[in-house]
């Protein structure tokens, strides 16, 4: 590891390269879908290529963050050390909320984008909320499109 002030550390230099690498991989797996599906963006966006190239961009992201803090002077906190007779036991369910957007013909298309960065903005700070009244939230996301609920029951 380097030890030279201001200089980056030999993982977060190694967690750069692989997330470099690993977005240029998800570009050109989005460049290769878009040229087969025939401009039918169904077809684009139902490839599971671009999930797992997300994935494994994801993944490298990960890394990049818990390579950062130890130069930033934070502690890392690796769960694979942990005593699992020690963990804190956590009661989990999942929520969503769904909602259905829309504009009129005449807004530009970027509207519906506005509206996503409101979305996810509100759900960061349901987030928060949630977390500043005790409870433990393990994993936020929004996103766009219709969601797929093969284990939900329908009478739920």
């Not at 470099?20 to 797996?29: C, N, P, Y």
């Amino acid at each position: 590891m380097n030890d030279v002030p201001g200089r980056p550390s030999d993982d977060l230099v190694a967690a750069v390269a692989a997330l470099r690498a690993r977005l240029d991989a998800w570009h050109a797996v989005v460049e290769g879908v878009a040229a087969e599906s025939d401009d039918d963006p169904t077809e684009a966006l139902a490839d599971p290529r671009l999930e797992a190239a997300q994935d494994g961009f994801y993944e490298s992201l990960a890394a990049f963050e818990a390579a950062t803090l130890p130069v930033l002077g934070m502690i890392v906190l690796d769960d694979k050390d942990a005593d699992p007779a020690d963990a804190e036991r956590i009661l989990e369910d999942d929520f969503f909320v769904h909602l259905v957007v829309g504009v009129s013909d005449d807004d530009a298309p970027d509207r519906l984008g506005d509206a996503f960065e409101l979305v996810n903005t509100a759900g960061g700070e349901l987030s928060d909320r949630l977390e500043s009244a005790g409870f433990t939230v393990k994993h936020f996301s929004a996103s766009r499109g219709e969601l797929e609920f093969d284990d939900v029951d329908e009478d739920e």
